[in-house]
């Protein structure tokens, strides 16, 4: 799946630039997107060094690097992060990761921390330029104890990083979920290992279902829309998940491998 626009105003563009092939990086597939207003644009969770080339590529058919005015990661890890570097050297956006997440980025072989913004615990509104204005939420502990969301309010599109993520069998390239129900399978395993707990899940859901939300773009998989936006939320919500399944040390009830 590539250059798949979510949403598409004269001014303002919400776009799945890049879904990977599991043969561009190993593991799974994932997901990069840009978020294009005016002249500018913020691009969310550029992806492994592996994908780098392909993303650049596909970002170059709405704008050039030197138009990126952030660059902003979900959280620290290697899909997410891994070729940062090379993006650091092709344009001057300040990257945007939650604050616990400084420290330990320049593992990464970052040459400087100059340009990164650490968000904070509660998060933040972020005025990328005059006029366009994205927020940043915090999702703590799903699955990253410093996970942050990007709302657009103009698209009305929440990018949740791995949360709502699917693991999809080769083969099946769906942009959309549009039956919840049957999504569930590609889901689950995933979200009942990955995310701490049900509290976590509760107060994130509580949070969220505030805001007018028309897609759910995670880092991972198809993007919710329609009626799959408020089915996953209820689903995510009474979600047992993580420590609520542990059992013992090392053993957690209902869960295979993943």
């Not at 919400?14 to 561009?24: C, V």
Request: proline share 8%.
């Amino acid at each position: 799946m590539r250059n798949i626009p979510l949403f598409s105003t004269e001014n303002h563009r919400f776009i799945l630039l890049n879904e990977s092939e599991p043969g561009e990086e190993d593991g799974i597939r994932s997901n990069q997107y840009l978020i294009v207003n005016g002249e500018h644009g913020v691009l969310l969770d550029p992806g492994g060094f592996g994908v780098m080339p392909r993303v650049l590529s596909e970002m170059l058919r709405y704008i050039g690097p030197d138009a990126l005015r952030a660059i902003m990661l979900s959280h620290q890890d290697p899909d997410i992060v891994g070729g940062l570097g090379t993006w650091l050297e092709i344009s001057n956006a300040p990257v945007y990761v939650s604050r616990i997440w400084l420290r330990f980025l320049p593992h990464y072989g970052l040459p400087s921390m100059e340009r990164f913004v650490g968000v904070p615990d509660e998060g933040m509104h972020c005025e990328v330029t005059p006029g366009f204005h994205l927020d940043l939420l915090p999702a703590h502990f799903l699955h990253s104890e410093g996970q942050i969301n990007v709302y657009d309010p103009v698209s009305r599109i929440l990018f949740t990083g791995d949360i709502g993520a699917a693991m999809m069998p080769d083969g099946v390239d769906t942009p959309f979920v549009d039956d919840f129900q049957a999504h569930v399978p590609y889901i689950e395993g995933f979200h009942r290992r990955y995310m701490a707990s049900n509290r976590a899940t509760r107060l994130w859901v509580d949070m969220v279902s505030k805001l007018p939300i028309d897609m759910i773009a995670p880092q991972h998989g198809p993007v919710y829309r329609g009626t799959a936006v408020p089915a996953f939320l209820d689903w995510f919500r009474h979600l047992e998940c993580g420590v609520d399944l542990m059992e013992a040390a090392g053993r957690f009830r209902g869960i295979g491998d993943t």
